[in-house]
């Protein structure tokens, strides 16, 4: 069994959509980035990736490379479960949690588990979305960014 852990955060842009695991949220902006910003599938990745020893999302998918630009963060994370496929491992269970004060995400939660079970290759049980405001501190509570993070499970195929 192997334990990774992932963390990513990007500032809100107006005139963006708000896409978190490939929902979109409507909101009164959206989150910059090379790709569509889905600050929830980076950091997953990341764990994934750090739990099979595969290096960081900069390593696979360049921040600098345009064949990543406005990419769809879940297929990057279908991409991303191959590599840790082919490396013998398989996910057992994630859990994610999406640090914003606004907009309210928990009518959302079912529709991101569906997508990110999917794309993991797992069944939704399997994967958990939490959501939290961080009380008005830092950039997160002055609305002026959205943060995840995640913890992904792999075992041996």
């Known amino acids: 069994m192997r334990v990774g852990i992932g963390y990513d955060v990007h500032p809100l842009e107006s005139g963006r959509a708000l896409i978190l695991a490939s929902v979109r949220i409507e909101h009164t902006a959206g989150l910059a ?3 569509d910003g889905d600050v ?21 998918f360049p921040p600098d490379d345009d ?7 879940l297929q990057l994370l279908r991409e991303t479960v191959g590599l840790v496929t082919d490396a013998g491992l398989a996910v057992v269970n994630v859990d994610t949690t999406v640090v914003a004060e606004a907009p309210r995400l928990a009518p959302h939660i079912d529709a991101m588990r569906a997508k990110l079970a999917d794309a993991l290759r797992v069944d939704r049980s399997a994967v958990n ?3 939290t405001t961080s009380d008005g501190l830092g950039s997160q509570g002055r609305g002026e960014g959205i943060a995840a993070l995640a913890v992904a499970l792999l075992d041996s195929t």
Do not use: N
């Not at 929830?40 to 390593?59: N, Q, S, V």
């Not at 064949?67 to 963060?73: E, F, G």
């Open 33 to 35: 980035g090379h790709s």
């Open 40 to 60: 929830l599938c980076h950091a997953l990745i990341d764990a994934l990736l750090g739990a099979a020893a595969l290096g960081d999302i900069g390593r696979h």
């Open 67 to 73: 064949t990543y630009r406005d990419a769809d963060s």
């Open 129 to 131: 979305v939490k959501a």
